[in-house]
């Protein structure tokens, strides 16, 4: 089971880029990493999974060195709605959903 | 699509009783899951179903829970007798599996309360 190691919390200002850096010295050739965010009284929220590389959508980045043992996830100009907790998780897809696990997580608060 | 729908949201009941919550996930995914969050253990997977039927519960965490799935429409977690240590917020999340296992989408919980 691929653990994770990522900080417990972070404060940023709005209008800054955040970037929350994940490391999963485990990683096994097959997995993947996927970053989930949650609000307060919500349930997780999926924001962007990747194998290698970098990828973009319309709320983040996912930039995931050559190694993989680590990932970071970088959220632009942040404003006080992306204040949550962020996780990060490793897992092979459709192989066994009990391989993710979510871990404490990264609580991002944005400050005015 | 409604998304993940989980009810009741809220549940006090005192040590001993029965509870059911209740899950419908979204129409045309194969795939639940029964999530468990506190403080201090965080987010825990309980159980999950593949096309109505159980694939791993090791994740319950006593004989007192089970979780049935009678059709791809509906899903309970049954707790018998409860306890205070059963206090947390339960998640139900479903996919399908052209997306995997990652991709999940939640419901927004039902926070249970056992005094």
């Known amino acids: 089971l691929a653990k994770t190691t990522q900080p417990i919390s972070m404060d940023s200002y709005e209008g800054q880029e955040v970037n929350i850096t994940c490391s999963h010295n485990?990683?096994?050739?097959?997995?993947?990493i996927t970053w989930y965010q949650q609000f307060p009284s919500q349930g997780p929220r999926f924001i962007i999974q990747?194998?290698?590389t970098k990828v973009t959508n319309e709320v983040a980045s996912l930039f995931i060195p050559a190694d993989r043992k680590s990932s970071t996830l970088s959220l632009p100009r942040v404003s006080l709605s992306d204040t949550a907790v962020y996780y990060c998780?490793?897992?092979?897809?459709?192989?066994?959903?009990?391989?993710?696990?979510f871990g404490t997580g990264t609580r991002l608060t944005v400050i005015p | 699509d409604a998304g993940v729908i989980q009810s009741p949201r809220h549940e006090v009941t005192e040590m001993g009783q029965e509870v059911t919550l209740r899950c419908k996930p979204i129409?045309?995914?194969?795939?639940l899951f029964w999530y468990r969050q506190t403080m201090m253990r965080g987010l825990e997977l309980l159980i999950y179903?593949?096309?109505?039927?159980?694939?791993?519960d090791s994740g319950m965490p006593e004989d007192r829970f089970s979780a049935k799935m009678p059709n791809a429409s509906f899903s309970t977690l049954k707790i018998q007798p409860s306890e205070p240590r059963d206090s947390a917020v339960y998640f139900c999340?479903?996919?399908?599996?052209?997306?995997?296992?990652?991709?999940?989408?939640f419901g927004p919980g039902t926070r249970l309360t056992v005094l």
């Open positions: 999340a479903s996919s399908f599996a052209g997306q995997g296992f990652n991709e999940q989408f």
């Open positions: 485990n990683i096994a050739t097959n997995d993947y």
């Open positions: 990747g194998y290698k």
């Open positions: 998780l490793v897992g092979a897809d459709q192989t066994g959903a009990n391989n993710l696990f």
């Open positions: 129409s045309g995914h194969d795939y």
């Open positions: 179903f593949n096309n109505n039927v159980p694939i791993d």
